[in-house]
Each structure stands twice: as structure tokens, then as C-alpha cells.
T-cell receptor, first 113, second 112 residues
Framework: ETGVTQSPTHLIKTRGQQVTLRCSSQ?????VSWYQQALGQGPQFIFQ???????GRGNFPPRFSGLQFPNYSSELNVNALELDDSALYLC????????????FGSGTRLTVV | QKEVEQNSGPLSVPEGAIASLNCTYS??????FFWYRQYSGKSPELIMF????GDKEDGRFTAQLNKASQYVSLLIRDSQPSDSATYLC????????????FGAGTRLAVHP
């Protein structure tokens, strides 16, 4: 059984650019959630996808968007990058929509310069 | 008031001692509570979850929940230097079955 994998591991982007982060969910998990963790803070919920549909969204602007594919993998897209978008982006998968049994991926460290 | 509050620490304990980590939450309707451990530069890993009032034990870890006081704690017995990490408390809010609300975490340092 494979865990949650995220790519890339690290990324440096320039302010104003766009970025796409990728996540492969754990085998058997149909729900993917994305979190942003700024330095020294706890993770903050961005949104969740369940069976290819958005299933809840946190307090993030529309320039944060996502997709889930039929194999339950997912993408997080961020447009018009700002310096404050610099953070660790975590993907978590779970076997259903409830927030139980979250398995986090190793994360993508995004630096915006 | 933050939804989930934790003392940022650092909490320093000697090896072999009991470390006590505390968390309070504001949403009285919250039903599910989680403790994650996060080593520096790594992603959070689930240690324990608890749903009912009282204690839940798993090896050296004990989670305690008091819904009336809106308080959840994590005890680590026989603390080891390898337990040195940031411990994140997370709550599923009422009606929010689809997300976790995290505290900012407590940094634990276990010294030999």
C-alpha cells in the first residue's frame, strides 16, 4: 500500500506567476484535502475534494483552485502568486469525507520571491 | 479568540519524565479531536484521536478529553529525546465534517 505522494518537493516561484502542485492519494482513499502551513503556524484548510467534486472550502481567495481526477489524485493551482503564499502545502487523503484517519503527504515547500 | 489554542512552548522536560500538552477549543459542538506530531521540516503524522470524554491510551501516549471544559490534552510517558517535535492539536468543528482546524502547535524539547 503506497502512501500519499506530493510533487514537487520544493519550488521557487516569482511573485505574479502561477503554480501547480500535485498529490497522489493513498490507495483506497477517495477524499483529498489541501492545507497551507506557514512557518510557525498550524496547517490551514484550503479545500477538500470528494469523488472529483469540491466538498468544502476554507478562507482562501479564488486564485486558489483545485481539481480531483477519476483516480482520486489531485492538483492545487495558485494564480497570481504573492509573497505570503510562501508556505508548506500539505495534501491529505482519507477513505471518506469525514476528517478521520488523515494521512498527510510529505508536502511541497513553495517559496515566492 | 482562536478556534484552537495551544501554548507555543517550548515545553522542556527531562528524559523519562511525563510531558503534558494542552489544547482548548472554542466550538462546543466539536466532536472529534486529533493529536499530530510534526518534526522540523516534515509533515504532520497522526498520533491519536479521541471522540469521547475521558482517557484513551496507546502505548506511551494518553489523550484526555473534557468536552464540558472544551479541553483536550496529550500525555507522553517516559519521554525520549526522539519525542522532541511540535505537537499539533486538531479539531473537527460542528457541521464541518470535511476539515480539521489546527492549533499553532506546542514545541516539545526532551533533554537527556
Amino acid at each position: 500500500e503506497t502512501g500519499v505522494t506530493q510533487s514537487p518537493t520544493h519550488l521557487i516561484k516569482t511573485r505574479g506567476q502561477q503554480v501547480t502542485l500535485r498529490c497522489s492519494s493513498q490507495s483506497g482513499h477517495n477524499t483529498v484535502s489541501w492545507y497551507q502551513q506557514a512557518l510557525g503556524q498550524g496547517p490551514q484548510f484550503i479545500f477538500q475534494y470528494y469523488r472529483e467534486e469540491e466538498n468544502g472550502r476554507g478562507n482562501f481567495p479564488p486564485r486558489f483552485s483545485g481539481l480531483q481526477f477519476p483516480n482520486y489524485s489531485s492538483e492545487l493551482n495558485v494564480n497570481a502568486l504573492e509573497l505570503d503564499d510562501s508556505a508548506l502545502y500539505l495534501c491529505a487523503s482519507s477513505p471518506d469525507r469525514q476528517g478521520y484517519g488523515y494521512t498527510f503527504g510529505s508536502g511541497t515547500r513553495l517559496t515566492v520571491v | 479568540q482562536k478556534e484552537v489554542e495551544q501554548n507555543s512552548g517550548p515545553l522542556s522536560v527531562p528524559e523519562g519524565a511525563i510531558a503534558s500538552l494542552n489544547c482548548t477549543y472554542s466550538d462546543r459542538g466539536s466532536q472529534s479531536f486529533f493529536w499530530y506530531r510534526q518534526y522540523s521540516g516534515k509533515s504532520p503524522e497522526l498520533i491519536m484521536f479521541i471522540y469521547s470524554n475521558g482517557d484513551k491510551e496507546d502505548g506511551r501516549f494518553t489523550a484526555q478529553l473534557n468536552k464540558a471544559s472544551q479541553y483536550v490534552s496529550l500525555l507522553i510517558r517516559d519521554s525520549q529525546p526522539s519525542d522532541s517535535a511540535t505537537y499539533l492539536c486538531a479539531v473537527v468543528p460542528s457541521g464541518g465534517y470535511n476539515k480539521l482546524i489546527f492549533g499553532a502547535g506546542t514545541r516539545l524539547a526532551v533533554h537527556p
